[in-house]
T-cell receptor, first 110, second 112 residues
Framework: KNEVEQSPQNLTAQEGEFITINCSYSVGISALHWLQQHPGGGIVSLFMLSSGKKKHGRLIATINIQEKHSSLHITASHPRDSAVYICAVIKGTSGSRLTFGEGTQLTVNP | DADVTQTPRNRITKTGKRIMLECSQTKGHDRMYWYRQDPGLGLQLIYYSFDVKDINKGEISDGYSVSRQAQAKFSLSLESAIPNQTALYFC???????????FGEGSRLTVL
């Protein structure tokens, strides 16, 4: 069983919909990153969280350390949000090395 | 300049050839990483370096070596490439105390 599990693996939405991507992990962590990867493109870190909630534009990320769970929400989704979203954790004893989920492929249709 | 630059971006080579992927960064970070991405498997850590004199193996280091030539430069070598090393390779840098994490654009390697 992977230490970092994401759901769903694939998600298709209509433009304007509210989207939630979930990440559960089974290890102690010091922080968690949400990453975005566009087709053929590089990877961008959207958020780093160690507690609570962060917001940037239409993106909101939350983390519950006790429940070992994080969510990424996209409000008013747009076709340009179509990408793979990856949850990555920094395990408590790993320095800053990341352990990755397998990613969620999001497609937003106009 | 991009924060993290990888060269080459694409490379096709033959089995047995030596290949070097280069990475340079302008963020001034001490920590640098090489990852490999395969479809359906996510990203896996090959090697990492927390400063110029510190090199560590990751989860899948067999068949790979690295060199940290300077704080800004971290190269990945495949001494004798094999087809199952065909993948997308990413270099990354981080400063976890600032919450900073930057990836390069990726180097797509095909070994025939």
């Amino acid at each position: 069983k992977n230490e970092v599990e994401q759901s769903p693996q694939n998600l298709t939405a209509q433009e304007g919909e509210f989207i939630t991507i979930n990440c559960s992990y089974s290890v102690g962590i010091s922080a968690l990153h949400w990453l975005q990867q566009h087709p053929g493109g590089g990877i961008v870190s959207l958020f780093m969280l160690s507690s609570g909630k962060k917001k940037h534009g239409r993106l909101i990320a939350t983390i519950n350390i006790q429940e070992k769970h994080s969510s990424l929400h996209i409000t008013a989704s747009h076709p340009r949000d179509s990408a793979v979203y990856i949850c990555a954790v920094i395990k408590g004893t790993s320095g800053s090395r990341l352990t990755f989920g397998e990613g969620t492929q999001l497609t937003v249709n106009p | 300049d991009a924060d993290v630059t990888q060269t080459p971006r694409n490379r096709i080579t033959k089995t047995g050839k030596r290949i070097m992927l280069e990475c340079s960064q302008t963020k001034g970070h001490d920590r640098m990483y090489w990852y490999r991405q395969d479809p359906g498997l996510g990203l896996q850590l090959i090697y990492y370096s927390f400063d110029v004199k510190d090199i560590n193996k990751g989860e899948i280091s067999d068949g790979y070596s690295v060199s940290r030539q300077a704080q800004a430069k971290f190269s990945l070598s495949l001494e004798s490439a094999i087809p199952n090393q065909t993948a997308l390779y990413f270099c990354a840098t981080s400063d976890p105390f600032k919450g900073e994490l930057f990836f390069g654009e990726g180097s797509r390697l095909t070994v025939l």
